[in-house]
Each structure stands twice: as C-alpha cells, then as structure tokens.
C-alpha cells in the first residue's frame, strides 16, 4: 500500500484502528492467560511506526478512528503531523485522550464535521498526570466552525468555568453529546447558539460533584433533550428552557412514591413543556397518580412514551397492566407509546435454587404462572381501552417483548395447575434461570452499546412485536385499526414537528 509511485494509500478514504491493534497474538491464547499481567490491554504498539507511515501519505483520507490515539500519538508525532495536515478529513474518532491531544487536534486543516472524542478512563487505559479541562477542549475546537456533531466521553472537569469566561461561540454545532460526564461539562452548551440536540449524562464516579442545581445563562429552546437518570435533573434544572422532546431514559425511582423525586421530575418537565415526553415508569396494582400531573405541567404535549415495567411478579401486581389506561386517563394527548418488557423472573430464585417449603414454592411458581397468563392476554384488549380512557388519543403505538414463554410451559392450564409441580417443573424453571442469567449478562454487555445512540436509549432492542393502530369513528364508537409502523412513525414525526 505504501509502495509504487502512485501510492495506493493516497486513495484511502476511512480508516479505523481498533483496540486490537495494540495487542499481542498471546493476548488470547488461552494456555498463557495467567501469564498476561494486570493492566489495560491493547498496550503493545509495536506496529506505531506502521500506522504514522501510512498516515503521513494518506492525503485523502476522509474519516479516521484511532483507539488508544494519545498513547500512539507519544510514542510516534508524525501521527500528530500528520492529521493536521490532511485537507478532507471531515468526521475524527479518538479515543482514550487528554488535554495534550487536543493540541494537535486545534493545528487541523481540515474542516471538520463531526466530532467523537473519549477521554481517557481509570478503568481501561488510565494517562497518568493527564487533565481533561473545558478550556482546552473548546479552543481545540474553536477552528472548525463548521463542525455540526460533537461527542465526548468522559469528560470530567472539576470545576465550572468562571461567569465572564470568554471563546469563540460555535454557532455550527447543532448535536452536543456530553456521556458519562460532570455536571460542569455542561458549560459548553453556552458557546452553541443553535444547539438542537443535547444529550447528557453523568458519571458514576464523580457522582458528588456538583450534586446541587448548576448556576449559569439559561440556555435556548432545544429540539431534543436526552438525559440518562434521573438524578440527572439538578445538574439542568436551572439552565434548561423550552424543550420539543424530552426523553428521561432512566426508570422513575419507586415511580411516584418518592414526593421529593417526583417534584424534580415534574418540574423540569413543566419547564422544559416537551411536545413529546418519554417516562420509563414501575406500576403495581393501582394507577400511578403522578402521571396525572402531566396535563397540568405540560401544556404542549401531543406524545407520550410510557415504558412500563412491574416492581415484581407476584399475585398483588396480576393487573399491572390494566392499570395502565387508569392512569394516563386524565389526558389530552393525541398520541400514545407503550414499551411493555418481559416480566422479571428473578423474585422466583429463593423458590428456585433455596430450602424452601413445597408448598410454598408450589404457591409461587402459580403465581408466576397466573401472572404470565394475563401478561399474554392483555395486550390483545390494551389498545382499545387506552382510547376508552383517554378520549382524545387518535393513534396509539405498543412495543412487546411478550410473555415468559419458559413460565408458561409449566402447566397447560393455569386455572388447573398439576397437583404437583414435580421436579421436571423445577427443572423447567432452572433452565428459565440459565437462559435469564445469560441474558442478563449480554444486556450488560450491550448496555455499553445501548446507551451510545438516540434510538437505543429509548431502550426498544430488545422488543419482539411493533404495532400502530389509527382510532377511526365508526356508528358502533370508536375503534383501532392498525396501521403500517413507517405510517404511525411518520404521523409521530409530524405531531413532534408541526403540532398536529
């Protein structure tokens, strides 16, 4: 590639150096896993000097994401160099970066329009004596004015920056993401006049700093806001405005019971007076009250998305999801989501695996099973009492996961379990153990990934069924047909950008 006297790297347009890059063939062998030492992985960059030759001639290149770029960058600067002199370099990727990397970042010629930049972390590949500051970051990307996407991960400062702190506004930047950040970071949001979209989330190990509400200018309506829980509010209670769509990803702590929880939630949403709001709520046996506040708070709404969970499957919560229309029946919305996930198995475990009596394990796993029968049935008549109780809803979505088909393989006939769940049954619900632990460990492993993109915080990976219905007047009343999701999607998007 680096050959000839045309080189063929001058016609390289993207390029992605991964972590594996950095490693050794021995890195997975695992006859000599005990002999790895403790530390990051990806640490070998034997092959630093190839990556610096190939970036010097790639003239060309368009996009390029490097891990472990700092490191790299220390050990060869004709990397640096390079960068800054390529000309068409348009979307850049670096990973694992401090202050010192954003120094050369500022000497690029290019005109930059996408951003991704995640600092260094303790727990992976910690830069020891390396900062991370706000100044830095924004006179990094103070040339680039017409750069529209900026990421960041893990950007910690600790310190808010001063009132009368002065830089170049960066009236381009539309999509901010601050993941896995202080309340501080934050900051920068008043540099970008025209900011449409900001998402925002704090990290767990620095989650004392700042803890109280931030202080600075308020900043201007935003088409989207996304943040990640809701002990996130404080950090924007005193900044935020006008908000179109506000999506608070994570679940309401108790989903009403906490007063002083409940308040933040709605302030900021009477604040914010999304057109469309997104709630991850628990239900039990009774309407959640909290969200008859809504019509109150938020004047503008037209869309509400609901991802409804139960606390627990025990008999107490059998009608948790015919609740549901109970409680939104005090609006007057014309749109309505519902993500309905699997039913957690995991109260069963002590029934499962502990020295419990028989009969009570027998009493439970009905349970279980009673509350799997009218999970599977309920959905089917949903639709039709969500219009029942909220009159003015013209097209209602639902998102399922669907029943705990495991559960319900134990008995034919709920009403009429076998006198004796014998061990087979038993047996049946350890699989069901086996087959939740290991998905529970992916979820885990995909978490990472979930909460990376918009779409995937709304949490809908892992759904099996999508259904729209239009609400249509008919002599008999009112009734649902289903309708196309491309269909439902659409009329959403228009709800959200016309107020329809």
């Not at 539309?174 to 540099?191: E, G, K």
């Not at 989650?207 to 200018?217: C, D, E, H, R, V």
């Not at 492993?445 to 995937?456: L, N, Q």
Request: hydrophobic share 40%; proline share 7%; charged share 25%.
């Amino acid at each position: 590639m680096l050959s000839g006297p045309q080189r063929r790297v001058q016609h390289l347009r993207s390029l992605t150096v991964g972590v594996y890059t950095w490693e050794n063939d021995d890195d997975h062998d695992d006859e000599s896993i005990e002999e790895v030492p403790i530390g990051p992985y990806g640490n070998v960059f034997s092959q630093v000097n190839l990556l610096a030759d190939l970036l010097v001639h790639a003239n060309n290149l368009k996009e390029f994401d490097c891990q472990r770029f700092q490191p790299c960058l220390l050990k060869d600067p004709r990397i640096g160099s390079a960068l800054q002199a390529m000309t068409q370099l348009t979307s850049l990727r670096l990973y694992d970066i401090g202050d010192t990397s954003l120094a050369f970042i500022r000497g690029c010629k290019a005109s930059l329009k996408s951003l991704y930049l995640e600092y260094y972390s303790p727990n992976d590949y910690p830069l020891h004596g390396e900062t991370k500051t706000l100044p830095a970051l924004l006179s990094a990307i103070a040339p680039f004015q017409g750069l529209r996407t900026l990421e960041t991960w893990h950007l910690t400062p600790a310190t808010s920056l001063e009132f009368d702190f002065e830089a170049a506004e960066m009236p381009s930047i539309s999509y901010l993401r601050l993941s896995d950040s202080t309340p501080y970071a934050l900051d920068i949001v008043r540099f970008c006049p025209n900011l449409s979209t900001l998402v925002f989330s704090r990290d767990d190990q620095h989650a004392a700093s700042a803890s109280g509400s931030l202080k600075g200018p308020r900043w201007p309506p935003l088409r989207r806001l996304m943040i990640q829980e809701y002990n996130d509010i404080p950090s924007i209670l005193g900044r935020v405005h006008l908000v179109d769509c506000l999506h608070i990803a994570g679940q309401i702590p108790r989903s009403g019971e906490d007063d002083e929880e409940v308040a933040q939630c709605l302030e900021l949403i009477r604040v914010a007076s999304p057109v469309e709001l997104y709630l991850s709520v628990v239900v039990r046996a009774t309407p959640l009250t909290f969200l008859t506040e809504l019509a109150r708070v938020a004047p503008r709404l037209r869309v509400l998305e609901l991802k409804v969970t139960v606390e627990s499957p025990i008999v107490e919560n059998e009608s948790w999801l015919d609740v549901i229309p109970e409680s939104v029946r005090s609006l007057t919305i014309p749109c309505l989501r519902i993500y309905l996930p699997q039913l957690p198995w995991y109260p069963l475990r002590p029934y499962v695996y502990g020295n419990v009596d028989r009969s009570e394990r027998r009493e439970r796993i009905i349970d279980a099973l009673r509350m799997e029968a009218h999970r599977a049935q309920a959905p089917l008549t949903l639709p039709h009492r969500l219009i029942e109780a909220v009159p003015s809803l013209r097209y209602v979505a639902i998102l399922d996961s669907g029943p705990n088909k495991f559960i319900l393989e134990l008995a034919p006939d709920v009403d009429d379990p076998p006198n004796d769940l014998d061990l087979a049954a038993l047996a049946e619900l350890e699989k069901v153990a086996q087959f939740n632990d290991e998905d529970d460990s992916s979820e885990d492993e995909e978490d990472e990934d979930w909460s990376r993109t918009w779409d995937e915080l709304r949490g809908t990976d892992h759904f099996v069924s999508y259904t729209w219905w239009q609400v249509a007047e008919e002599a008999d009343g009112r009734v649902v047909k289903p309708i196309t999701i491309e269909e439902g999607e659409r009329v959403q998007r228009q709800f959200l950008e016309r107020g329809l």
